[in-house]
Structure formats: structure tokens, C-alpha cells
């Protein structure tokens, strides 16, 4: 009979990933509705000493060995594939990034397990597990039930709120063979960090938004007044991304980032599927649109249908007078 619920605990550089601290609190959930245990799956090469960080999981399996260095993708998958053989666990969460897209296609490959991918959301009935995940390019959400064999689920990046419980015990460790040679023909050579300089819009608290209605890259610069009295950044829909005003790391949507500030203010957006996708997770959505039908006016808690322009400037002098 399968058991507990597995997170795949995400290792680069030496750290672990923000997308794990996303995964971890729906691992923890899944399990206590099923009356199981939250497991971490730490695997890496001198990784042993990150286990104490996984701490809302009950328990975290921690497989340490050189094979693991470089986190080569093959020798991780063909690991995890006996482990689940195994101990037989009810599901796994991996999460759907680059650095884990590699694992988490061979996993079900080299298991011989279902496997569903865009994840959004998962949850329990009863005994069963029902997901959420997108199809065509997320313009169709399709619900599904795990059955009790082992299921791989590729979460989305930023569907769920990082949780890091400082004050939540320190989880159980148990370290765990290495079942396999560990033999690849993949040889590790370094990894090339990306060039600094840009915000990392998933990060942030408070996040302004600008579309079409924004017109020229000039009126950027009132956004991002905006951002500076609000304490935030600003990011943008595809549109803006395409004329080439922000760079594509401040894209927000299917083929951006997905985000979950407390504040996502929407200024000149319309509201395409593919966009609203990557805001689910805001804590509160205003829109400021002058069509009374944009999309995005049932996605938000407050709306105003008035040009961006004025409502900007009156919030940046408001926002100046309370600091004031």
C-alpha cells in the first residue's frame, strides 16, 4: 500500500532552491490529510549539511554521495526511481524548473509511473489525491485523481507561497545508500550564473504591473515611482516584454514567472488567460483598466475603471503625503 507523501528537495549551488520552500507546505498538507508523513528527498554530493533547513518535513532522506556531484540528471533519476521501487511512497512533487526539468522527465521513464505535469494545486478527498494542472499551454485546466501507485507531480514554480518555519523542529535525517554505480557518460564541468543587476520579481511583496495601457517606454518611469513610494518592483505583461521595454526577467505569466506578492497592482492590463495564470497567487490583485470588460476585472479584489495615468500620480502624491 503506498504512504507517505515525497518532495524532491531542490540542490544548486550549494543551496537549496526557493521553489523547494514552495513545495514543502503542499508536501506537509498532502500528508497530514492522509494521515501520513512529509518526507524530503535530499540528494547530492556533500548536501547532508541542508537537511536541518527542510524543516516542514517530517522526515528527510538524505542520499549523499560524490556520484551526485554536478547534480547529473540520468544518475538522480535512476537513484530515485529504486528508492521509490523501494519504500513505495503515494506521490512525489518535483518541481517544473530548469535546473529539475531534466529529472523529472526520466523518473517516470526509468519507475514505469503516471506522471502530471503543470501542476497548480493539489488536495485531498477523502482518501484521494485530486490535482489541478494545465494543458495547452495552460488554456485548459483538467482535474485528476491519483490512483495508489506511486504518481510523479510536476509543480509550477510559484503556485504556492515560499514557507520557511523558523521556529518548527528540526526533521529526522536518515541517511540512505546510494543503490546505484552511478555511472554516466554526462561529465560536469561548472555552472554559469546568470549576470546580476536585475530584480528577481518573485521575491517581491509588491509588484506593479504594466500592459498595453502603459503606451510608450517613457511612461515606465511612472510605474516605477510608483514601485519606489510603494517599496516594490515593476513587472510587466508580455506585450511590454515583446517591444523590448523590460527585460524578460520582469515578465509575468505562462511564459514568465509565476508570483505571489501581498500587493499585485495591475495598471493597463487586460487580463489574458496565459497572464492571469501567473498572478493566482497574489494575496490581493487591483486592476486599473478603462474597459469595464477586461479580463482581468474577475480575477481582482478592487477594481477601477479609469485611466492609469490619473489614478498613478494620485496614488504617488497620496503615498508621499501619509510618508510625509
Not at 535512476?78 to 523529472?104: F, G, H
Not at 489614478?311 to 510625509?324: C, D, R
Request: contains cysteine; negative net charge; hydrophobic residues 45%.
Amino acid at each position: 500500500m503506498a504512504e507517505n507523501v515525497w518532495i524532491l528537495a531542490e540542490c544548486l549551488g550549494g543551496m537549496l532552491s526557493d521553489e523547494t520552500f514552495e513545495m514543502l507546505p503542499l508536501g506537509r498538507e498532502l500528508a497530514q490529510a492522509l494521515g501520513e508523513k512529509a518526507e524530503a528527498i535530499l540528494i547530492g554530493h556533500e548536501v547532508a549539511e541542508l537537511a536541518p533547513e527542510l524543516k516542514l518535513a517530517d522526515n528527510v532522506l538524505c542520499m549523499d554521495d560524490p556520484v551526485f556531484a554536478g547534480q547529473p540528471a540520468d544518475v538522480i533519476a535512476e537513484a530515485v526511481a529504486a528508492l521509490i521501487k523501494d519504500r513505495n511512497p503515494r506521490c512525489l512533487l518535483i518541481p517544473m524548473t530548469n535546473a529539475s526539468w531534466d529529472v523529472l522527465g526520466l523518473i517516470p521513464a526509468k519507475a514505469g509511473l503516471p506522471f502530471i505535469s503543470l501542476c497548480s494545486n493539489a488536495s485531498v478527498a477523502g482518501e484521494t489525491i485530486r490535482v489541478q494542472s494545465l494543458l495547452f499551454g495552460g488554456k485548459i485546466q483538467v482535474d485528476s485523481e491519483v490512483g495508489e501507485s506511486p504518481t510523479i507531480l510536476g509543480i509550477q514554480p510559484g503556485s504556492h507561497a515560499r514557507e520557511r518555519d523558523a521556529a518548527a523542529p528540526v526533521p529526522q535525517v536518515e541517511l540512505v545508500t546510494n543503490p546505484i554505480d552511478g555511472s554516466t557518460p554526462i561529465t560536469f564541468v561548472k555552472m554559469l550564473e546568470p549576470e546580476a543587476g536585475d530584480v528577481d520579481i518573485t521575491q517581491h511583496d509588491v509588484l506593479i504591473a504594466v500592459g498595453r495601457g502603459i503606451r510608450s517606454e517613457d511612461n515606465l518611469e511612472l510605474a516605477q515611482d510608483l514601485a519606489d513610494a510603494l517599496g516594490g518592483a515593476v513587472c510587466s505583461s508580455r506585450p511590454v516584454i515583446d517591444q523590448g521595454w523590460l527585460p524578460l526577467t520582469r515578465q509575468v505569466g505562462k511564459s514568465g514567472a509565476n508570483v505571489t506578492p501581498k500587493l499585485y497592482l495591475a495598471l493597463g492590463i487586460s487580463g489574458a488567460p496565459e497572464h492571469v495564470e501567473g498572478i493566482k497567487g497574489s494575496d490581493l490583485i487591483i486592476a486599473v483598466n478603462t474597459d469595464p470588460d477586461a479580463p482581468i476585472f474577475n480575477v481582482a479584489k478592487y477594481g477601477i475603471e479609469e485611466d492609469l495615468f490619473d489614478i498613478t500620480e494620485a496614488l504617488i502624491e497620496k503615498i508621499h503625503a501619509v510618508k510625509v
